[in-house]
């Protein structure tokens, strides 16, 4: 299976926070043969370990989020919809109108919404919050549904995944653009299948697989104060809004498809480790391979729970950028993909207790 | 000590940025310690061993090195700058002001053309260092740059950016001279990040696994005109902490001051803070949970670039740190 396959294949996954087991056993049966254990843990996390040549005394951790942003099922009402929560933060106006999977039958369900032609008054400019919303699996009687799903289930949108963009013309490179759900961060998750498919590392790598990022970078914390890492990396989807600007407007993008894998500095959740960072930049110029920092800021990652835990475990984020995230739909540039691999492999191909040594 | 206090406010040092403040603190404590470390968060961790019978607790000291800052977002074509806050600012006290960047590069802070209905944040504000364009700008993208301003000595008031907290760093190295011997084991915790989140003291106090953690930190005060009330003011001594918006204080610690204070005619006042918190809140919480107080110096406009201090406070701060932990302590 190649990284394209691997990244179609998680995309497509089940996985909602705390209902990630579709999308584990998806990447238990990839990792067969390529690591020398796996375990899950009491939150779920698939903790791979990949054993080291034995040249350094080391243990690295890598962390990519399994789970999606997703819906939770809170009731079902006397006309048979159903009333849900969201799981993990998804805005309001991208929910209306979208088909979703319900539960572990995949019952599909659409959310309702008022057709244009019966709006009125301000109705065409208000947002329509959650609580209003509905999935309609199509039943007719809350009995009806009662039979397809039950409340507590999850739901995730029904995206399928696949390429996009024109061919290129004769002669040209072509730009390898997909879409799909949940590339926050299947993308991570795909980065991290293939740094574990690889040859071993200088020391033991930790690949974790972790659950309930969307709500609270729960399970990395765990994850790591049970390896107890040296160093720990999140390998992340995270935001591009590298859209036209408005005339006039001079400011950054978040992050930009096709500029290469994004280096945090500073985000919600975490100052990323100065070595470490510095450790990738090297890395890059070494390997030739295009980087860009995310904009600091914005957002948080497992490293932000991971680096807090027991006396303190260096960290960083290296992150491919994906366009609309949590929405039903993210858009990546494969070639990001690549270089995250390439780059996050050079790097710890290269990473000795020297690198870690206090300034 | 002022001489201490103006070397560590007149340093660089925001939050993930603490290398030089760290620097400058060791080369104050060398000698002063029988362990001194640093762990993977950057905190400095000077170790006392217990001397002088038993009856010794494990105790935990913490003021932060680091200050509140700004975060680079953009470099525009002219050469000027975007920011994002490091820590908690209030962006119109920003206009005007002065920032340093880690090679010692000032930067001056503008802000675009006013709408007076508008309250100011910071899409409305850049930084000019005098760059002509992009290409020609040599700061970049997630650096991070604190504020600039001389300390000033007048009649008992120190004024100066960041004596939150390099004002509890100055009286930690203080407490570290004059204490002689001491029952207790103690770690003076130099942290870092406490501005973003006491992510330094969480992680330090893990390791060091206190049985008492007091922070020593800036508090607000209520005596400027229309303060919010606060019975806090400068001069009246260091102030006890009661509560913050993150801690109640274990009441053993807070009365340990308060007798100390008393026996040693140290005047004290007590204080309830409604906002913010300080490294104790991550102390208390550590593993099992740890007996936890704060001592505070009172400070006027604090993360404002001209923060002020009443020396007569720093200087009981001291004092009773020495008292408190020359002797045994029954919590």
């Known amino acids: ?350 990473l000795t207790p020297d690198v870690l040594a206090q300034a | 000590m002022k001489d201490t206090i103006k070397k560590l406010v007149e340093a660089y040092g925001p939050s993930g940025r603490e290398e030089q403040m760290r620097a400058l603190i060791r080369e104050d404590i060398e000698g002063l310690a029988d362990e001194i470390r640093v762990d993977a968060m950057g905190n400095l961790i000077a170790l006392r061993h217990a001397r002088g019978g038993g009856n010794g607790r494990r105790i935990m000291l913490a003021a932060h090195m680091d200050e509140i800052g700004v975060i680079i977002t953009h470099v525009d074509e002219k050469g000027f700058l975007r920011f994002s806050n490091v820590g908690g600012l209030y962006p119109p006290i920003l206009i005007g002001g002065r920032v340093r960047f880690a090679d010692g590069r000032i930067g001056v802070i503008g802000v675009e053309r006013r709408d007076p209905d508008k309250q100011i944040g910071f899409e409305q504000l850049f930084i000019d260092i005098g760059a002509e364009s992009r290409e020609d700008c040599p700061v970049k993208v997630g650096d991070i740059a604190g504020f600039v301003r001389p300390m000033i000595e007048q009649g008992h008031r120190l004024i100066s950016k960041t004596m939150d907290d390099r004002i509890g760093c100055a009286v930690m190295i203080e407490t570290m001279r004059r204490l002689q011997d001491s029952p207790h084991e103690i770690a003076f915790v130099f942290s870092t990040q406490e501005e973003v989140g006491t992510r330094g003291a969480q992680t330090s106090a893990w390791d060091v696994d206190p049985e008492i953690g007091i922070a020593i930190d800036v508090t607000g005060t209520g005596d400027t005109p229309k303060s919010r009330t606060m019975a806090v003011r400068l001069g009246a001594g260091p102030a006890i902490k009661v509560r913050d918006a993150g801690m109640l204080a274990h009441p053993g610690v807070k009365n340990w001051m308060a007798d100390r204070a008393e026996e040693a005619g140290i005047p004290y006042q007590f204080e309830v803070l409604e906002g913010g918190s300080t490294d104790a809140r991550a102390i208390q919480l550590t593993r099992g949970g740890v007996a936890a107080g704060c001592l505070s110096i009172p400070c006027r406009y604090v993360h404002t670039p001209s923060e002020m201090v009443d020396y007569r406070d720093v200087e009981g701060a001291v004092q009773l740190l020495v008292a408190m932990l020359s002797k045994p302590v029954d919590l």
């Open chain 1, 1 to 350: 299976m190649n990284t394209l396959e691997v990244l179609e294949k998680l995309s497509n996954a089940f996985g909602p926070p705390g209902g990630e087991d579709p999308t584990r056993d998806a990447i238990v049966e990839i990792l067969r043969g390529h690591v020398d254990e796996m375990r899950v843990d009491a939150l779920g996390n698939l903790i791979a370990l990949k054993r080291g040549t034995g040249r350094y005394p080391l243990k690295i951790m890598l962390a990519a989020h399994m789970d999606e942003v997703g819906l939770m099922i809170m009731g079902v009402e006397s006309d048979g919809t159903l009333r849900f929560h969201v799981a993990g933060g998804i805005d309001d106006r991208v929910l209306l109108g979208k088909v979703v999977l319900v539960g572990p039958d995949r019952v599909p369900g659409v959310i309702g919404l008022k057709p244009i032609h019966l709006l009125r008054g301000n109705e065409r400019t208000a947002v329509v919050k959650t609580d209003a919303l509905r999935v309609d699996i199509g039943a007719e009687s809350k009995e009806a549904a009662g039979k397809q799903v039950q409340p507590g289930q999850h739901a995730v949108f029904a995206t399928q995944f696949g390429p996009l963009g024109a061919p290129a013309a004769a002669g040209e490179q072509a730009r390898t653009l997909v879409k799909g759900k949940a590339l926050d961060d299947r993308a991570g998750c795909t980065v991290l299948v293939e740094l574990l498919r690889g040859e071993p590392y200088p020391y033991d790598v930790y690949g974790v697989f972790t659950t309930q990022e969307e709500i609270g970078s729960r399970g990395a914390r765990v994850a790591a104060h049970a390896i107890q890492p040296q160093a720990a990396f999140a390998l992340e989807g995270t935001t591009a809004n590298d859209l036209p600007q408005e005339e006039g407007e001079d400011v950054s993008p978040s992050t930009t498809l096709g500029h290469g894998p994004a280096i945090t500095v500073m985000d919600r959740s975490l100052l990323a480790d100065r070595r470490l960072n510095d450790h990738l930049i090297a890395t890059a110029g070494e390997l030739g391979i295009a980087y860009q920092f995310k904009q600091p800021g914005t957002g948080g990652t497992d490293a932000g729970s991971i680096h807090l835990v027991g006396a303190g475990i260096p960290s960083t984020v290296v992150s491919v950028p994906c366009r609309y995230i949590h929405s039903p739909v993210a858009i990546l540039d494969v070639d990001d993909l690549q270089n995250a691999v390439k780059l996050m492999r050079g790097a710890l191909d290269r």
